[in-house]
C-alpha cells in the first residue's frame, strides 16, 4: 500500500469515527429528550392527582363546616329549651319545697358585663338559675367563682337580699349533681313527667353568696 492509500485509509477511519460520535451525541440527545418527556408527564400527573386531592380536601373542609355550624345551631337550641323549660318550671318546683318566689325574671342582663339566665325573688332572697343542656364541672366552678360573686355589684338593687344560688340542667350526672350540692346550689332537673324537679335531699341548707 502506498503513502497515498495509507492516508486515505486513516481519513476514513477519522470520518468513521467522526461520523460514529456524531451519531452517538444524537442518540444521546434523542434520549434525553425522551428522558425530559417522561420527567413532564409524571409532573403532569402528579400536579392533576394534586389538583384533585386538593378539590376532595376542600370538599370535605367545607362538609365540616357545616356540620360544625349544624352542631352549633342544635346546641343552641337545646340550650334555649332547657331554660325555657327551667323558667317556666321554677315557682311551681320551689313551691313544692315551701318555697315561695314571687317574682321570677329571665335573662336578666348588664350589657357587656354578664347575663343571668333566671332570677327569682321573694320578700327575703334572690336566686340566681345558671341553665346549662348538660352541666360539667368547670361551669359550676365558673357560676360559683365568678357569676354569682359579682352579682350584687352588677345589680345593686339586690343588696338587701340573701343571694342563693342555683344550677339546672337537662343532662346530669351524678358526680356533677353531688359536686353542685356540695358547692351549696339548688340543682334542678328534668322530671320523669316532662317538667321539673330539685335533686336536692330534703333538708338541703343552699349556701348563702355575699
Known amino acids: 500500500m502506498n503513502k497515498q492509500n495509507k492516508e486515505e485509509s486513516r481519513l476514513d477511519r477519522i470520518e468513521k469515527g467522526i461520523e460514529e460520535f456524531i451519531n452517538g451525541v444524537q442518540e444521546l440527545k434523542e434520549s434525553q429528550k425522551k428522558t425530559d418527556q417522561q420527567i413532564a408527564d409524571s409532573a403532569a400527573r402528579i400536579e392533576k392527582m394534586q389538583e384533585a386531592t386538593d378539590k376532595r380536601l376542600n370538599k370535605t ?21 332547657a331554660e325555657d323549660l327551667f323558667y317556666r318550671n321554677t315557682k311551681e318546683t320551689f313551691k313544692k319545697k315551701g318555697i315561695v318566689f314571687h317574682n321570677i325574671k329571665r335573662n336578666l342582663k348588664k350589657k357587656g358585663f354578664g347575663e343571668y339566665d333566671i332570677v327569682a325573688q321573694n320578700s327575703e332572697s334572690v336566686l340566681v338559675i345558671e341553665v346549662k343542656h348538660k352541666l360539667k364541672k368547670d361551669l359550676v366552678d365558673k357560676f360559683v367563682n365568678k357569676g354569682l360573686l359579682r352579682f350584687k355589684s352588677l345589680f345593686p338593687e339586690y343588696k338587701g337580699y340573701k343571694l342563693l344560688g342555683g344550677v339546672g340542667a337537662l343532662v346530669l350526672s351524678e358526680d356533677i349533681n353531688n359536686y353542685a350540692q356540695k358547692a351549696g346550689l339548688y340543682v334542678l332537673t328534668q322530671s320523669d313527667n316532662g317538667g321539673t324537679s330539685l335533686a336536692n335531699p330534703e333538708g338541703f341548707k343552699a349556701k348563702e353568696f355575699s
Not at 61 to 81: C, I, P, R, S, Y
Request: no cysteine.
Open 61 to 81: 373542609m367545607k362538609k365540616l363546616d357545616q356540620v360544625g355550624k349544624q352542631l352549633a345551631n342544635l346546641g343552641f337550641g337545646q340550650g334555649e329549651v
